[in-house]
């Protein structure tokens, strides 16, 4: 399928980014929401913020929520007691102790443009945490619009789990908070644009911890904050791209075919690629077909490289008539955008599934 990567590539970087926090850089801005608000194209970037620190010290953000000041604790990369194989992450091995840090803060700020390739980066943080259950971080927005609100969802993280909360703004300077919406552990919450039978439907991703995998579940909603009627929508495949993990991408598309959703599929490796799936226009828990091969894979240099390689991540998009602008997060490091022609997208999910 041809997906048309602007020659610009990559669009924000960590360098465009002024950390907020002192002794601090930023090495991502990454995983954005996308919404458009009259002509100006909104990012709702994930700004990763890391403690600067001397060799053989690992430091991990904690924000105090009682005196909204940032904390850093030191972990010495020489204690046999801690795992830091994972860059994003240190965790105790003892699993009584059993605790995890992240080793940067996140926060959502806002990046603006008014021909969708040039943007300008708010100075100040959009969604910064607030509570108890932000503690280790806000990620990964996605908006929905619905009539004149927007509606963004965003991942929680603290050591009371990761989760899922949704706050409403009309104007993208303010907004008002509608609580947690999912329990941990879950994230990549979508919501559907618009009512179906006269409810309100999101995608989420719940990360089972004792039986099941990491797969796309579907509820629904009489008003967006309480959410019943809980089915498994569709799974990890046994052996191919997306054998670790799957999860929504984009706010699902509404085509006279059904509801495109693009999703993300990662290995057991973490290798993160994007995917295709149509949904019942009348009942969105139907699947219609499904792309086997991934529509979009890490390719360029830019994607391959960075924090943490090999990963396409997208969050949203702005679709003019058949042609879907996406913005998508690379190597958890940078913001990119690409051109897809829908109609594609769908032909690809014809023949394959
Ligand atoms: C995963 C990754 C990280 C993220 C944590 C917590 O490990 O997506 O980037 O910080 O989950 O959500």
């Known amino acids: 399928m041809y997906i048309e990567r602007y020659e610009?590539?990559?669009?924000?970087?960590?360098?465009?980014?002024?950390?907020l926090h002192k002794d601090h850089e930023v090495i991502g801005a990454f995983n954005a929401g996308v919404a458009k608000i009259g002509n100006e194209t909104i990012l709702l970037l994930r700004v990763a913020e890391r403690p600067i620190t001397s060799d053989g010290i690992v430091k991990a953000p904690v924000i105090n929520i009682e005196n909204n000041k940032l904390e850093l604790k030191s972990f010495?990369?020489?204690?046999?007691?801690?795992?830091?194989?994972?860059?994003?992450?240190i965790k105790s091995i003892d699993k009584m102790e059993g605790f995890t840090y992240l080793t940067s803060l996140s926060y959502?700020?806002?990046?603006?443009?008014?021909?969708?390739?040039?943007?300008?980066?708010?100075?100040?943080?959009?969604?910064?945490?607030?509570?108890?259950y932000q503690i280790y971080g806000v990620e990964d927005a996605r908006c929905t619009q619905i009539g004149d609100e927007y509606y963004i969802n965003f991942t929680s993280v603290s050591?009371?789990?990761?989760?899922?909360?949704?706050?409403?703004?009309?104007?993208?300077?303010?907004?008002?908070s509608k609580g947690n919406i999912f329990a941990p552990e879950n994230k990549d919450v979508l919501i559907f644009p618009e009512k179906i039978n006269d409810m309100y439907y999101a995608l989420h991703r719940p990360s089972l911890k004792s039986i099941g995998n990491y797969d796309i579940w579907i509820a629904s909603s009489p008003d967006l904050i309480s959410w019943g009627n809980h089915h498994y929508l569709m799974g990890i495949s046994d052996d191919s791209w997306d054998n670790g993990r799957i999860g929504g991408g984009l706010v699902p598309i509404k085509t006279d075919k059904g509801w495109l959703e693009i999703y993300h599929g990662a290995t057991k490796e973490n290798r993160y690629c994007m995917g295709a799936v149509l949904?019942?226009?009348?009942?969105?828990?139907?699947?219609?077909?499904?792309?086997?091969?991934?529509?979009?894979?890490?390719?360029?240099?830019?994607?391959?490289k960075g924090f943490f390689g090999d990963v396409v991540f997208g969050c949203g998009g702005v679709v003019e008539g058949?042609?879907?602008?996406?913005?998508?997060?690379?190597?958890?490091?940078?913001?990119?955008?690409c051109k897809m022609k829908i109609s594609d997208i769908l032909h690809q999910i014809e023949i394959e599934g």
Not at 8 to 17: A, F, H, L, S
Not at 284 to 304: F, N, Q, V
């Open 159 to 176: 050591p009371r789990g990761v989760l899922v909360t949704l706050v409403v703004t009309k104007d993208f300077k303010s907004y008002e």
């Open 322 to 337: 058949d042609v879907l602008t996406m913005y998508y997060g690379v190597a958890d490091t940078s913001m990119a955008v």
């Open 76 to 89: 010495s990369t020489d204690n046999p007691k801690y795992d830091f194989s994972d860059p994003r992450m």
């Open 279 to 304: 949904l019942d226009l009348n009942d969105p828990t139907k699947i219609i077909g499904k792309s086997i091969k991934p529509i979009m894979e890490p390719d360029a240099d830019y994607e391959k």
């Open 8 to 19: 610009k590539n990559p669009i924000i970087t960590p360098e465009d980014v002024k950390p």
């Open 108 to 132: 959502i700020r806002i990046a603006r443009s008014n021909d969708g390739e040039n943007f300008t980066i708010d100075d100040k943080a959009f969604i910064y945490p607030e509570n108890e």
